[in-house]
Structures are given as structure tokens and as C-alpha cells.
């Protein structure tokens, strides 16, 4: 009975692609994406790659560096204010852009605030941001309180939109329980918003993130004018 010859290891390996940090970035970011950070760890990740998990850390320190460097590279595809276009239409494109990329990658959000990271990436945009209210003429207090509230709006919709997508999508189970458990009749306006969930129409048109974001920039708009005229 013919035996089947040994795999060359050494030639295995000498075809493989070799390890970099941007490779095992890359990868861990496909990993997150997938499942999330918890998914995450050092063995699985050696493993995707082809490699035992020590050969990691001639490219990167530790998970925590991982989860740093999985951050940039969200991060990196967000814009800054454009300082050619008006401040509206520039800190209103730049907050979409935070938006849409916390919302490819969805346990980003949390991540970016538990704890808080102070990535390069990350504190260039809110340097930008506040420069670009400052330039437009609000004041510093006012650019204090307009820059929180649009922060909380772009992550904090994030959070609760990958909260509610996770749970109506993993959890069908649960959220048809807390429908038969709420006495709808009790609560009319209530039942208005579960019966526009559940049927076609106009208000499904509507982009809830930039319609609160609207909002918000209207209210700016406000007391940009109302500063002109005084």
C-alpha cells in the first residue's frame, strides 16, 4: 500500500503570503465585522491567517493594539469638513460619513467609547469639526455645545441602530414575546408607531439619522444668522 509522501512544510511556507501589520489588520477587521470583537482573539486570528499566533506579535503588540488598529482603519474612511464648502453642507457631509462607516463596521461605536481611544485618525476630525464651527463664526461656548450634541447624534445613533438591527434580526423570537406582551390598547400612540412599522408607506422614505441631523443643523443655522444680524 503506497504511502503518501510528507508535505514539504518548508515549501508551504515559503508560498504563503508573509505576515505584515497592515495583513493581520485587515484580517482582524474582517473577523470583527463578521462577529464582533469577541470574536476576536489572537489564536483565531493567527489561525485565519496561516500562522501560530506568536508569529503576531513581531507586527503587533498585543490584542489591544489589534483593536487600536482595526479603529484606524474605520476611522480612515471618514472625511473632515471641507473648509472650501459652507459649514453646513461641510459638517453635515463629514457626520454621514462618521455615520456610514460606524455603520459598516458595527461594533466599532462602542468600542470607540468604552474606553475612550485617543486615535490620530479620530481626535484630527474632532479637531477639524470644532475648527470648522469655530471659522464659521460661532463662538467657543456655542462650538462647545453644537460639537457634543452632533458627537452623541452620529455615535450615539449608531450604537442604537446596530442595537435594534442586532435584535430584530438574531432575535425574532424575542421581539414577537414583547409584542404579545404589550397591551397595546392601553397605550393608542403606541400602536400608531408598531402598525407604521409593520405596513408600507412614505414615513419609511425618511432617513431618520439626517433628519435628526437636519435638526440639529437648522438650529445652528438660527443662531448663525441671528449672530450676522447683531
Known amino acids: 500500500?503506497?504511502?503518501?509522501?510528507?508535505?514539504?512544510?518548508?515549501?508551504?511556507?515559503?508560498?504563503?503570503?508573509?505576515?505584515?501589520?497592515?495583513?493581520i489588520l485587515r484580517e482582524a477587521l474582517r473577523i470583527a465585522d463578521e462577529g464582533g470583537v469577541d470574536a476576536l482573539t489572537m489564536r483565531r486570528l493567527g489561525d485565519e491567517l496561516g500562522f501560530e499566533a506568536m508569529s503576531l506579535y513581531r507586527h503587533v503588540?498585543?490584542?489591544?493594539?489589534?483593536?487600536?488598529?482595526?479603529?484606524?482603519?474605520?476611522l480612515e474612511e471618514t472625511t473632515e469638513p471641507d473648509e472650501d464648502d459652507a459649514w453646513d453642507a461641510a459638517v453635515r457631509a463629514s457626520?454621514?460619513?462618521?455615520?456610514?462607516?460606524?455603520?459598516?463596521?458595527?461594533?466599532?461605536?462602542?468600542?470607540?467609547?468604552?474606553?475612550?481611544?485617543?486615535?490620530?485618525?479620530?481626535?484630527?476630525?474632532?479637531?477639524?469639526?470644532?475648527g470648522r464651527l469655530r471659522k464659521a463664526g460661532f463662538s467657543a461656548d456655542t462650538t462647545y455645545?453644537?460639537?457634543?450634541?452632533?458627537?452623541?447624534?452620529?455615535?450615539?445613533?449608531?450604537?442604537?441602530q446596530t442595537m435594534h438591527s442586532m435584535t430584530a434580526a438574531n432575535s425574532p423570537e424575542l421581539v414577537e414575546k414583547l409584542?404579545?406582551?404589550?397591551?397595546?390598547?392601553?397605550?393608542?400612540y403606541l400602536l400608531e408607531h408598531r402598525d407604521q412599522h409593520l405596513t408600507e408607506g412614505p414615513h419609511h422614505d425618511v432617513k431618520a439619522f439626517e433628519f435628526g441631523l437636519d435638526l440639529i443643523l437648522d438650529g445652528l443655522r438660527r443662531i448663525h444668522d441671528a449672530h450676522d444680524r447683531g
Not at 500500500?1 to 495583513?23: F, K, N, Q, W
Not at 503588540?61 to 474605520?74: P, Q
Open 1 to 23: 500500500m503506497a504511502t503518501e509522501p510528507a508535505r514539504d512544510r518548508t515549501a508551504e511556507h515559503a508560498t504563503r503570503e508573509p505576515l505584515s501589520r497592515e495583513r
Open 61 to 74: 503588540a498585543n490584542k489591544d493594539d489589534v483593536l487600536d488598529g482595526i479603529l484606524d482603519l474605520v
Open 95 to 130: 457626520a454621514i460619513s462618521v455615520r456610514d462607516a460606524l455603520q459598516r463596521h458595527p461594533w466599532a461605536p462602542s468600542l470607540l467609547l468604552s474606553p475612550p481611544r485617543a486615535r490620530p485618525a479620530h481626535l484630527r476630525y474632532q479637531d477639524s469639526l470644532l
Open 145 to 160: 455645545v453644537a460639537y457634543h450634541v452632533l458627537d452623541a447624534h452620529i455615535v450615539g445613533f449608531s450604537i442604537w
Open 179 to 188: 409584542m404579545r406582551e404589550i397591551p397595546f390598547d392601553e397605550y393608542p
